[in-house]
C-alpha cells in the first residue's frame, strides 16, 4: 500500500518477544507492524521497514527496547532505514511528565514510555497495565507522575513455565475461548487455569492500588498483545490502547526534538 508523502516518525519496540513498529504522525500510530525477533534476519527486517516506510518521508526514528542482548543488530537496521535524526529513548529522556521512582535506570523503558502516553491522552490518576509477555500494571499521581507499579508473568508465560517444569503438563497455546470454570481436559484445565487466573491476579492488584489511594477514581488504560484475550474488570470500564509504546516513543522523540510538533502533556510536573 502505497504510503501518502507526509512526514512520520519511525518508532520500533524491540520487546522480549517480537519487534513492533508504526509510522507515528500527529499524536497517531499507523501502518503497525509486529514481527517474532527469534530467527528474524537482518535482510528480512530491511525488506519490513521498506514495506511499512515505503514512499513517506521519516523525519526522526525513535527506539527502546527491554531485550539488550538483540538491541544492538536491530539498532543498526534502524539507523539504516532512513537518513534521520536517531533517538535511543532510555530513562534520561523526557517523557513529559514526573517520575517520582528511586531508581528510573533500573525500570523497563517501555513502562516510562506506556506511562508517558497515558499521561498525555488521559492525565491522571491512571492506571497502565501492559498485558505482554510479563505483564506491568502502573500508577500515574496527579502530583506525582509515575510512582511505580507491579510485574507479574503474562497468561502464556505461565503455560510455557507449567510445560517447563513438570513432568506431564503439555506445552499449549493461549487460543480458544474458555466457556466452563473446571476444565474436562488438560489442556482445557491449563487454558482456564491461565485465563481467569490471570484474570484474578490483575484483579487483585488493580484492587489493592485502588485501595491505597482511596480518594482518586483512577482510569484503567490496558494495552499489549493479550489486551483483548481476557475480560478485565469490566466494572472499571478499561480503555484500550492498543499502541501505547509506540505512540509513547513518538510523543519522546517530539519532546526531545524542539522541531518536531509538540504535544501537550496532561500531567502535573515535567522531566524526570
Not at 31 to 49: D, I, K, Q, T
Not at 177 to 198: L, Y
Request: aromatic letters at 6%; proline letters at 5%; hydrophobic letters at 40%.
Amino acid at each position: 500500500m502505497a504510503r501518502q508523502k507526509q512526514s512520520y516518525i519511525l518508532t520500533a519496540d524491540l520487546g522480549n518477544t517480537t519487534l513492533t513498529m508504526g509510522l507515528y504522525r500527529k499524536g497517531k500510530i499507523s501502518h503497525r507492524v509486529s514481527l517474532p525477533h527469534a530467527g528474524l534476519r537482518a535482510n528480512f527486517l530491511r525488506e519490513a521497514l521498506a514495506g511499512l516506510v515505503g514512499s513517506a518521508t521519516v523525519e526522526g526514528v525513535a527506539f527502546a527496547s527491554v531485550a539488550p542482548s538483540l538491541d544492538g543488530r536491530f539498532e543498526k537496521c534502524l539507523r539504516g532505514a532512513a537518513k534521520a535524526p536517531f533517538l535511543r529513548v532510555d530513562h534520561r529522556c523526557d517523557f513529559g511528565m514526573k517520575i517520582s521512582y528511586p531508581k528510573p535506570e533500573t525500570l523497563g523503558v517501555d513502562r516510562l514510555l506506556n506511562a508517558a502516553w497515558v499521561a498525555h491522552r488521559y492525565g491522571a490518576p491512571a492506571m497502565v497495565c501492559d498485558m505482554g509477555t510479563a505483564t506491568t500494571v502502573d500508577v500515574l499521581l496527579p502530583s506525582r507522575g509515575f510512582v511505580g507499579g507491579v510485574i507479574l508473568p503474562g497468561p502464556a508465560l505461565m503455560l510455557d513455565y507449567l510445560a517447563d517444569r513438570t513432568g506431564k503438563l503439555p506445552a499449549i497455546k493461549l487460543s480458544g475461548s474458555v466457556k466452563r470454570s473446571c476444565g474436562r481436559s488438560t489442556e482445557e484445565a491449563m487454558r482456564i487455569g491461565a485465563r481467569r487466573g490471570f484474570n484474578g491476579m490483575i484483579r487483585e492488584v488493580v484492587e489493592s492500588m485502588q485501595a491505597e489511594h482511596s480518594s482518586m477514581s483512577f482510569r484503567l488504560v490496558v494495552g499489549g498483545g493479550y489486551s483483548r484475550a481476557v475480560h478485565l474488570l469490566p466494572e472499571m470500564h478499561p480503555v484500550i490502547e492498543l499502541n501505547m509504546t509506540l505512540g509513547g516513543l513518538g510523543l519522546v522523540f517530539e519532546l526531545m526534538h524542539p522541531g518536531t510538533e509538540k504535544l501537550k502533556n496532561k500531567i502535573n510536573g515535567k522531566g524526570s
